[in-house]
């Protein structure tokens, strides 16, 4: 009880801290540097933002749909109200309300405030585009187990990407209870009989926001790039299979998530909503509507009890099949062909995945955990992944986990593309560990063993390192970083232009079920190929804490 007592206490002292700093940086509401031309009409009234020093449009906080707070928490996104007067969307809105994170970790970048009013957009677009033409659109959604994360996150910003002629956008989604909770009530009383996914559906929402209002800003309607990292790219994969974002987008760029290996099936709509209910019964209400009236904050700690396992249980707040966003599995809708068909550009970092076969340093350690992951399939296992001495050990299981985590995952996404789809599937390999400032101390990252690790790759694909510098040096970036960073970018901006990644430096090849060849992003970026035996033998094995385990994973990721 003590513990319980002293969480809530925790979670509602952050609120109140976070709360008061979005109230102060509110007050002023004065745009030094205004863009000529503004405002900018859109379809709920006039939106004025600000100019960069780089001479890039920038507007921050612009709503996208109605506040989900009252009696629309637990609904899906509702229009937003027009206004009258300009809109001043120069400061960046709250994030969705989520526990909040230590100060010492790595992706820390500044606080931010949070609140459940969180259904705003930023966007970054060029300083000006080519009489009659138009710049493709990027639409990033943010990674955090679909439990925290943040549209106004430093590490991606898109200011740099924007300068390479890309209208960026960050999008905020509901997250954690508010945004995934399913309950009886809440599917009764639903048009759609259906609940929870509301975070999905405030993603479609943003995704219809763009449809209507990006061209007046510069953007292409028609060349939309859905982009996301963890959650954020099982969230696009999502997007791919739900018939409710159909026409919204034109490519994706999935880093590190998907949902279509074994054992990565949403729950059921009656499954899902045990959560809602344990949620009521953890706060002692005795119904939907008494559970609208609880204050965030107590939902916040119910929540963290959850998380933490403590007496409330292990329950957790997901997504499901719903019969409106996900009426059926996605591997079903990808058997029969129904996702959208659109080019894919995904991938993966070579050190994200860990478990005991990573820890391994002994034949006898290896051979333990082979067994306790693979049963009666460990010699199958065993002839794939042979070690002949101790100090083969660490090369081979840092290769049998890669494989069996997050590598099986991206690769399954792109088999089932590639099966019914027409449109062309792009996969790489993120190997390049980040050169570290030399004795910096990070409470989730042990820089010398961290190598590629989960997230990585972000601020190399968005252009983005400097910000690990912001709040205290964490990294000493080299020329190479530099260089492969621009690589990167140039390749991202190419398929969000024109559906292939091609350019003058990097070549990435089609990814076929024959030749199964992706690009590897490392200390130099090559061409390799999946050893297809290894990789369909994890096909059918849900190997435990390899999928999206990062090795290390960092907390706000």
Request: net charge neutral.
């Amino acid at each position: 009880m003590q513990n319980s007592l002293r969480l809530r206490g925790a979670v509602l002292r952050a609120l109140l801290a976070t709360t008061a700093l979005w109230m102060s940086s509110a007050q002023a509401q004065i745009v030094e540097n205004p863009i000529p031309g503004d405002p900018v009409t859109v379809d709920t009234g006039n939106v004025s933002g600000k100019l960069l020093p780089s001479g890039i449009r920038a507007y921050f906080g612009v709503p996208f749909a109605a506040p989900p707070t009252g009696d629309r928490r637990w609904r899906e996104p509702q229009p937003r109200e027009a206004w009258k007067g300009v809109y001043n969307a120069e400061r960046f809105a709250p994030e969705c309300i989520q526990i909040l994170r230590p100060h010492n970790i790595n992706h820390y970048f500044g606080e931010e405030a949070t609140s459940e009013d969180c259904l705003y957009l930023n966007i970054w677009a060029p300083a000006s585009m080519p009489q009659g033409k138009k710049a493709p659109v990027i639409l990033w959604l943010y990674g955090g187990g679909l439990s925290i994360g943040s549209a106004s996150m430093p590490n991606y910003g898109g200011e740099n990407l924007a300068k390479k002629g890309v209208v960026y956008i960050t999008a905020g989604y509901r997250v954690g209870a508010f945004g995934f909770m399913a309950h009886p009530e809440l599917t009764a009383t639903s048009p759609h009989h259906a609940s929870g996914n509301y975070g999905h559906l405030d993603q479609v929402a943003a995704l219809q926001w763009i449809q209507r209002n990006i061209e007046r800003f510069g953007g292409d309607p028609n060349r939309v790039t859905v982009m996301g990292q963890s959650a954020g790219a099982s969230s696009a994969f999502s997007l791919q299979a739900s018939p409710l974002a159909k026409g919204l987008f034109q490519r994706i760029v999935g880093m590190s998530g998907g949902g279509l290996r074994a054992g990565s099936d949403p729950v059921s709509q009656t499954e899902a909503e045990q959560s809602g209910l344990e949620l009521q019964r953890t706060l002692k209400v005795g119904s939907l509507a008494d559970l609208r009236n609880v204050p965030a904050d107590r939902i916040l700690a119910a929540q963290a009890e959850f998380q933490l396992g403590g007496t409330a249980g292990t329950v957790r707040f997901r997504p499901n099949i719903d019969a409106h966003f996900m009426p059926r599995t996605p591997r079903e809708i990808f058997a029969s062909g129904e996702q959208s068909d659109v080019p894919l550009l995904i991938g993966f970092t070579r050190d994200e995945s860990g478990n005991e076969l990573r820890t391994a340093r002994s034949i006898e350690e290896f051979n333990t955990a082979a067994k306790k992951y693979f049963g009666d399939k460990t010699d199958q296992f065993l002839k794939l992944y042979p070690v002949g001495s101790d100090a083969d050990v660490a090369s081979v299981s840092a290769t049998a986990v890669r494989d069996g985590g997050m590598a099986t995952s991206m690769r399954s996404w792109a088999l089932g593309q590639v099966a019914k789809g027409k449109a062309a599937t792009y996969v790489y390999m993120y190997s390049h560990p980040h050169s570290y400032e030399p004795g910096v101390a990070i409470a989730d990252l042990n820089p010398a063993t961290a190598g590629a690790y989960h997230t990585s790759e972000v601020p190399f694909f968005l252009l983005t390192q400097d910000v690990y510098n912001r709040i205290r040096r964490t990294r000493a970036w080299t020329d190479y970083d530099r260089a492969l960073a621009n690589k990167m970018s140039d390749v991202l901006v190419a398929f969000a232009s024109t559906g292939n990644p091609t350019t003058n430096d990097v070549k990435p090849p089609k990814f076929t079920v024959r030749t199964q060849e992706f690009t590897e992003f490392g200390d130099e970026i090559s061409t390799r190929r999946f050893d297809a035996k290894r990789m369909d033998f994890f096909s059918t094995v849900n190997m435990p804490g390899a999928v999206g385990a990062g090795a290390p994973r960092t907390p706000r990721d």
